[in-house]
Nanobody
Framework: QVQVVESGGGLVQAGGSLRLSCAAS????????VGWFRQAPGKEREFVAA????????YYGDSVKGRFTISRDNAKNTVYLQMNSLKPEDTAVYYC??????????????????WGQGTQVTVSS
């Protein structure tokens, strides 16, 4: 089973940028789509972005399209989330998760699991 650890969160002013990392253990990480999700206090978890097992174009939630970019480096067992033009409403704990089924497109986000502990992103106005 793939295990993931998120990092890279922090405090940033509106309009700024952050890059999150999702480091995975397990030799089979490269077989699975990976996604980023977020949860703000008092709100439900929200899908942010996902990427296929072999990379390629990301799949994004409407609220982050054009501002966030997901990528992966399978040689490093890591998935990244580059977040630009951050807004206060992007404030949340960001989580990484994986598709339990290998070699699928990144659109089966409701199935994702093996959650990490999350990393806090706070955007000040």
């Amino acid at each position: 089973q793939v295990q993931v650890v998120e990092s890279g969160g922090g405090l940033v002013q509106a309009g700024g940028s952050l890059r999150l990392s999702c480091a995975a253990s397990g030799r089979t990480f490269s077989r699975y789509a990976v996604g980023w999700f977020r949860q703000a206090p008092g709100k439900e978890r929200e899908f942010v972005a996902a990427i296929a097992w072999n990379g390629g174009r990301g799949y994004y939630g409407d609220s982050v399209k054009g501002r966030f970019t997901i990528s992966r480096d399978n040689a490093k067992n890591t998935v990244y989330l580059q977040m630009n033009s951050l807004k206060p409403e992007d404030t949340a704990v960001y989580y990484c998760a994986t598709d339990p089924t290998p070699y699928r497109s990144p659109t089966n986000v409701d199935d994702f699991g093996s959650w990490g502990q999350g990393t806090q992103v706070t955007v000040s106005s």
